[in-house]
């Protein structure tokens, strides 16, 4: 199978080797399209990629019929709109850590040409003047630098401010006391920082809550004289308030890498003397280019290879450890879904999943969402997927719980997965045997040892003489042949269940004939 990729923004094309090497993927590199253009042919792909200029929309999501992945490379995904993507049960990955250390490094730069005025000076030299009055600068060192949002770019900036002698304040919602004393700086509150700092730079992202955080009032509370930096992302500082706080010399000087508005040529911020800029360079360096360019290269391979990924942004995100060591168990999780899936025909209430043994010590998540996968599957088909998943379970009202034990009986792993409807409760049981595979092992009270795979018929019959004859009997006169078959009951007498491994898929007329012989209540067809 054959899967479309299209590139809609600058790639750098040492780091696309690993879509180039991957024999299924078909590149097409078209970065010039119009949103119109590319609301016209984004139908014919199955993975579009990214950097910030093209627009992934809402409506572009809606026409992008056949779309399962969205890759970013680079940090920010505020020009996808990660919403539709969910709902349409398209994955959004992206590339957090190949660019922090330019990011970093174009921080430091925009940081120390605003001490020392350097594109002014340069500026002025080209236009002949030689002037030493007009650039007089001030030093970084024992100047405080305050930095809201310590994520990846904040920390790596601190680390360089500290380098040269700065003092170093920040604020971020994660930043605990004990952490920034071992990163070796003060910690406040936004106000803090704001009150005390004399240059401030921002590396949140833009969500709801800091678009505008650096506005009028928060100007108001600064140092008379404070120099701001931004590197990233336009509209965390209102543009208006920073124009008339540097109009009113409130501020001494801005250094921007990004706006509100982007791509523009003129802007009415660069009007003044003291704003420099760079037209969102951040990431702008080769090594930067490379790495997040592999580093959504590898995840999209894997993805259409039916593996994990790295990155994504729209699941939660799991390290490679606990990937390493919960992957087995992702076809057992969907599979079990799917399984008990057919063992009832009522509408489901609540799904709960137990995982017991060494699993429950892991971040499961990925497992929940395989599991409520395979259960919504059977009504829903393809539209399911491990993104939207939880979504639509959500949406119908579905109670999703996870419990976790390290104790189990007999298996060093189990899965449980148990549904509840107005009726009762379905329960299905599997584990990962060592060196064998996945087996189910327990449907509801019954002990049973099956592969989880091909095609599988579940009977439930009264446990009488000549009930297991009569269905074999029937299946010959069918010419289906039966690799394996196991039997269980709750008492002699009782209600029994068998559950058989045929060779063909049976039909619904099979299934209607087998439910027509006398002591067998039920009959459902699994094919995993
Ligand atoms: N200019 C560029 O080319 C360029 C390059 C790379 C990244 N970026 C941008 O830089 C920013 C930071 O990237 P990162 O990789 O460090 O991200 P990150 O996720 O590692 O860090 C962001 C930090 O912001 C914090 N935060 C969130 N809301 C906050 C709030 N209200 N107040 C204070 N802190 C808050 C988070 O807790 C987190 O620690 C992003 O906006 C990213 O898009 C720009
Ligand atoms: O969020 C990011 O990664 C940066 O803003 C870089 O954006 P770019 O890939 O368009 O340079």
Redesign the pocket.
């Known amino acids: 199978m054959t899967f479309n990729i299209l590139i809609s923004d600058p790639l750098s094309e040492e780091g696309i080797y690993p879509l180039r090497q991957s024999a299924e993927l078909n590149i097409v590199i078209d970065t010039t399209n119009t949103p119109e253009e590319l609301v016209s042919k984004i139908g014919d792909f199955d993975a579009l990629l990214v950097r910030?200029q093209t627009q992934v929309t809402r409506e572009l999501i809606e026409k992008a019929t056949n779309l399962k992945m969205i890759g970013r490379a680079?940090?920010?995904v505020?020009n996808i709109d990660l919403d539709a993507a969910t709902e349409h049960g398209i994955i959004v990955v992206n590339a957090?850590d190949g660019?922090?250390n330019?990011?970093a490094e174009?921080t430091m730069a925009m940081l120390m040409s605003l001490a020392r005025k350097i594109p002014q000076a340069f500026n002025s030299l080209k236009n002949q003047q030689w002037d030493r009055k007009s650039f007089i600068g001030v030093e970084l060192k024992n100047k405080t630098l305050g930095i809201?949002?310590?994520?990846?770019?904040?920390?790596e900036v601190a680390h360089r401010a500290k380098g040269q002698r700065m003092n170093v304040i920040a604020?971020?919602?994660?930043?605990t006391e004990e952490k920034a004393k071992k990163l070796g700086i003060d910690f406040g509150s936004?106000e803090d920082v704001l009150k005390v700092s004399d240059f401030i730079t921002v590396?949140?992202?833009?969500?709801k809550?800091?678009r505008h955080?650096i506005n009028k009032k928060a100007f108001e509370m600064m140092k008379d004289g404070v120099r701001i930096i931004n590197?990233?992302?336009g509209g965390?500082i209102d543009e208006d308030a920073l124009y008339d706080a540097i109009v009113s010399k409130k501020v001494a000087g801005a250094a921007l890498?990004?706006f509100e508005e982007e791509p523009f040529v003129d802007h009415k911020l660069l009007t003044l003397p003291e704003v420099i800029a760079t037209p969102?360079?951040?990431?702008?360096t080769i090594e930067a280019q490379e790495s997040v360019a592999v580093d959504v290269s590898v995840d999209v391979v894997n993805f259409f290879n039916g593996g994990a990924v790295q990155n994504p942004v729209n699941l939660p995100s799991v390290s490679k450890e606990v990937l390493a060591k919960i992957a087995p168990f992702f076809d057992l999780a969907e599979k079990l879904g799917v399984f008990l899936s057919r063992l009832q025909n009522d509408v489901i209430e609540e799904i709960t999943i137990h995982y017991a043994g060494d699993l429950a010590n892991f971040d499961v998540r990925p497992l929940t969402r395989n599991t409520v996968k395979g259960l919504l599957k059977r009504n829903l088909g393809t539209h399911v997927n491990d993104v939207n998943a939880k979504l639509l379970a959500d949406r119908f009202g579905i109670k999703i719980n996870e419990h976790k034990t390290t104790t189990t009986k007999g298996f060093l792993n189990m899965i449980t997965v148990e549904v509840a409807t107005a009726k009762g409760t379905k329960r299905v049981a599997g584990t990962l045997l060592n060196g064998l595979g996945p087996r189910i092992v327990k449907i509801d009270n019954y002990v049973v040892d099956i592969v989880p795979e091909g095609h599988l018929l579940f009977i439930k019959h009264l446990d009488q003489p000549g009930a297991i004859g009569r269905v074999g009997t029937l299946l010959a006169d069918e010419h289906i042949n039966i690799a394996t078959m196991q039997v269980g009951r709750s008492a002699a007498g009782g209600d029994a269940i068998m559950l058989l491994k045929v060779d063909n898929h049976v039909e619904h007329t099979e299934v209607t004939r087998l439910k027509e012989l006398s002591d067998i209540y039920d009959v459902e067809v699994i094919d995993l």
């Open positions: 910030s680079g940090v920010g505020d957090p660019n922090t330019s990011a174009h809201v949002g310590l994520g990846r770019i904040g920390a604020y971020d919602p994660f930043l936004v590396h949140t992202p833009l969500l809550e800091t955080l590197c990233a992302r965390i890498d990004v969102h360079l951040g990431a702008s």
